[in-house]
C-alpha cells in the first residue's frame, strides 16, 4: 500500500465516490421508511446498513472492466461470454447479499424470529438479483463505452501517424525527383564546357556544384531550411548558371535581412529560377535580368523570381504545366503547409517577362530568433 501511485489511489477514491450515490440513496430510502415504522432508525443505523453492501462494486468494478474487455459480449453470442459474465453477475450479486445480510443483522432492528444466516442470505440474494443484474449492465455498458471511446482515439492517432508518414513519404519521394533533375542539368552544361576546351569555367562550375551537393548532403531529408541556407545554395547555382551564359546573366537580388531566418522548403527556389533561365533569359539574344525578391508581408513570406524574357505563352495554365519544377514546387508546398502554401506564375505587369511566386507562412527558424534575442 505505500507503494500504491497517486494515480491508483485516485482511481480508487473515484471509484469509492461514484459507487457512495447508489448507497447512499439506498441509506436514506431506508431511513425514511423506517420513519413510517414503529421503529424509526437513526440515520447512522440506516447508513451503516446500506453502505458496506454497495462498497462491494469498488473493487468489483475493475475486475468487471478487464472482464469485458476478454469476453466480449456481440453478435452473434458466444456462449463463453454469456456464461463468464453471467458467472460474474451472480457472484458479485451473491457477494453483495452476503455483505448487505451481514450488516442488516447488525444493524437493523431484530423483526421477530429470522431465519438461520444461510437461508437469509438466499433471500437477499434472490431478492437483490433483479437490481444486481442492472447495476451489472449499467457496469458493463459503461466499460464498453468507454473501451470503444479509447479505442477510437487510438485508431484515430494510428490514422494521424499513418497520415504523417505518408506526407513524409510523399515529401521525400518529391525531394529525391528535384536532387538528379538538379544534379543532371548542370552536370550536362559542364560537360558542354569540356567539349568546347573551356577547362578553367569547367573546373570552377566542379568546385560550386561539389559545395552544393556537400550543403544537400548535410541538409540531408530535411524539408525546411532557413532561408539563408536556402540563398546560399541558390547564389553558387546562379555562378554555375553564369559561368555557364558568360555575360548573358546579371542577377539581382532584393532579399530582406529581416527574413533570412524564416524557414522554406528546400530548394524551392531553384527549380523556379532554373525555369526563369530556361524559359526567359536564354531565349533572349541580347543579355538578361534575373531578380530574386524575398520578404515580409504581414504573417506571409513572399519569395518571387522575375525574368525579362518573352513572358508566358499564350493560353498557359499553371495547373496543366507539364513542368517537373512547377509542378513539384505546388506538391510539396500542399504536403507541406496546405493551403497556406501558393505558388503562382504570371506575366510581369507593364513589360516582358515572367513572373514565379512563392507565398508561405511565415516562421522562424528557431535556433536563429533565440539568437537573435540573445543578442538583442
Same mark, same amino acid.
Given at each position: 500500500m505505500e507503494n500504491a501511485s497517486p494515480h491508483a489511489w485516485r482511481r480508487w477514491a473515484w471509484l469509492a465516490a461514484v459507487w457512495t450515490v447508489p448507497a447512499t440513496l439506498a441509506a436514506v430510502e431506508?431511513?425514511?421508511?423506517?420513519?413510517?415504522?414503529?421503529?424509526?432508525?437513526?440515520?447512522?443505523?440506516?447508513?451503516?446498513?446500506?453502505?458496506?453492501?454497495?462498497?462491494v462494486w469498488v473493487p468489483a468494478t475493475p475486475a468487471l472492466v478487464h472482464l469485458s474487455r476478454r469476453l466480449r459480449l456481440g453478435l452473434p453470442l458466444e456462449a463463453r461470454a454469456v456464461g463468464g459474465h453471467?458467472?460474474?453477475? +451472480?457472484? !458479485?450479486?451473491? @457477494?453483495?447479499?452476503?455483505?448487505?445480510?451481514?450488516?442488516?443483522? =447488525?444493524?437493523?432492528? %431484530?423483526?421477530?424470529?429470522?431465519?438461520? +444466516?444461510? !437461508?437469509?442470505? @438466499?433471500?437477499?440474494?434472490?431478492?437483490?438479483?433483479?437490481?444486481? =443484474?442492472?447495476?451489472? %449492465?449499467?457496469?458493463?455498458?459503461?466499460?464498453?463505452? !468507454?473501451?470503444?471511446?479509447?479505442r477510437a482515439r487510438e485508431n484515430e492517432r494510428q490514422a494521424a501517424a499513418l497520415s504523417v508518414q505518408l506526407a513524409e513519404a510523399r515529401l521525400q519521394a518529391l525531394q529525391s525527383q528535384l536532387?538528379?533533375?538538379?544534379?543532371f542539368n548542370t552536370l550536362n552544361a559542364i560537360v558542354v564546357l569540356v567539349r568546347e576546351q573551356e577547362t578553367d569555367t569547367a573546373a570552377r562550375m566542379l568546385v560550386l556544384l561539389s559545395d552544393i551537393l556537400r550543403r544537400l548532403l548535410q541538409q540531408g531529408a530535411t524539408q525546411e531550411v532557413p532561408l539563408r541556407d536556402e540563398v546560399a545554395v541558390l547564389s553558387r547555382y546562379l555562378e554555375i548558371q553564369q559561368l555557364r551564359f558568360q555575360d548573358r546573366l546579371r542577377v539581382d537580388w532584393d532579399v530582406d535581412a529581416g527574413v533570412l531566418d524564416a524557414r522554406v522548403p528546400n530548394l524551392v527556389l531553384q527549380p523556379l529560377v532554373e525555369n526563369a533561365i530556361r524559359h526567359g533569359v536564354s531565349m533572349r539574344s541580347a543579355a538578361g535580368v534575373l531578380r530574386i525578391r524575398a520578404r515580409r508581408e504581414g504573417d506571409v513570406l513572399e519569395l518571387a523570381v522575375v525574368d525579362d524574357g518573352p513572358g508566358l505563352p499564350v493560353g498557359f495554365d499553371l495547373e496543366r504545366s507539364p513542368g517537373i519544377g512547377l509542378s513539384n514546387t505546388r506538391a510539396r508546398l500542399a504536403q507541406l503547409y496546405g493551403d497556406a502554401g501558393r505558388v503562382s506564375v504570371a506575366s510581369v505587369a507593364g513589360g516582358p517577362g515572367t513572373v514565379a511566386t512563392v507565398l508561405l507562412p511565415l516562421r522562424e527558424d528557431s535556433a536563429a530568433s533565440l539568437e537573435k534575442r540573445a543578442h538583442g
Open positions: 431506508t431511513y425514511f421508511f423506517s420513519r413510517l415504522g414503529p421503529q424509526p432508525l437513526p440515520l447512522w443505523r440506516a447508513f451503516a446498513s446500506q453502505l458496506p453492501a454497495w462498497y453471467l458467472a460474474a453477475c +451472480l457472484g !458479485v450479486g451473491g @457477494l453483495f447479499s452476503l455483505v448487505y445480510t451481514l450488516c442488516h443483522v =447488525a444493524f437493523m432492528p %431484530a423483526m421477530g424470529n429470522p431465519p438461520p +444466516l444461510p !437461508v437469509l442470505v @438466499l433471500r437477499y440474494w434472490l431478492g437483490w438479483m433483479p437490481m444486481m =443484474a442492472m447495476t451489472y %449492465a449499467a457496469v458493463l455498458g459503461v466499460a464498453y463505452a !468507454v473501451d470503444s471511446q479509447r536532387h538528379p533533375h538538379f544534379l
